[in-house]
């Protein structure tokens, strides 16, 4: 089974600075998607970036960005410029299985940007 | 275009009593999914359906819970009776399908048991 973990159940950070959140994965698959969802307080979750692990090259949008080291199973979201937008909930997920695909959700981190 | 589409926003009832959601898909999203999300948890896999077939539902307490997703578009989940640990967000999210495409979730039901 598939298992997603989120040491940080919380952070916070100055508005403009930059903030790291952690996300550690366990698999025996070798192909899958990895996903970083943020739910504010309206509760929609929103995708606010997507890894495939096939793919080298760390995924990128605009402010956001990932640092996907495979060998270590680990998936961090780095946030630059942060903005007082950003505050909400963060939950990191990975999905597997050609045919049986299961979105599988860390515990989420709750992140405040502090004006 | 409308995206996942989930009714009611909130919903208070009565331990034993029943309960239903509903949830509508973005149009032509073949897979669709039930979510449980406990206050400060990530969600939870109840039950995920292919078009009008449940092929995951391994999570969901069938003692109680049941859904279904007639005609492969709409569907509903039903708790009969609820309970006090009911009480948690319900999403429901759908996706074309495959590993290439992202689920989008509705803003969910938030049940609370009293």
């Known amino acids: 089974a598939q298992t997603v973990t989120q040491s940080q159940p919380e952070m916070s950070v100055q508005e403009a600075e930059t903030v790291t959140l952690s996300c550690t994965y366990d698999?025996?698959?070798?192909?899958?998607?990895l996903f970083w969802y943020k739910q504010p307080p309206s509760r929609q979750m929103i995708l606010v970036i997507r890894q495939e692990a096939y793919k080298q090259q760390n995924a990128t949008e605009n402010r956001f960005s990932v640092n996907f080291q495979k060998a270590a199973k680990s998936f961090s979201l780095k946030i630059s410029d942060s903005q007082l937008g950003d505050t909400a909930m963060y939950f990191c997920?990975?999905?597997?299985?050609?045919?049986?695909?299961?979105?599988?959700f860390g515990t989420g981190t709750r992140l405040t940007i502090i004006p | 275009e409308a995206g996942v589409v989930q009714s009611p926003r909130y919903k208070i009832i009565e331990k034993k009593q029943p309960v239903a959601f509903w949830c509508n898909p973005i149009s032509g999203h073949n897979t669709l999914y039930w979510y449980l999300q406990n206050l400060g948890q990530g969600p939870e896999l109840l039950i995920r359906?292919?078009?009008?077939?449940?092929?995951?539902d391994s999570q969901l307490p069938k003692d109680r819970f049941s859904a279904e997703r007639l005609k492969g578009v709409d569907s509903t989940l039903k708790i009969q009776p609820a309970e006090l640990g009911d009480s948690a967000v319900y999403l429901c999210?759908?996706?074309?399908?495959?590993?290439?495409?992202?689920?989008?979730f509705g803003q969910g039901t938030r049940l609370t048991v009293v």
């Open positions: 997920a990975f999905l597997t299985n050609f045919g049986n695909e299961k979105l599988t």
């Open positions: 999210a759908s996706s074309g399908g495959g590993m290439n495409t992202e689920a989008f």
């Open positions: 698999t025996s698959e070798s192909n899958y998607y």
């Open positions: 359906y292919e078009n009008e077939e449940a092929v995951d």
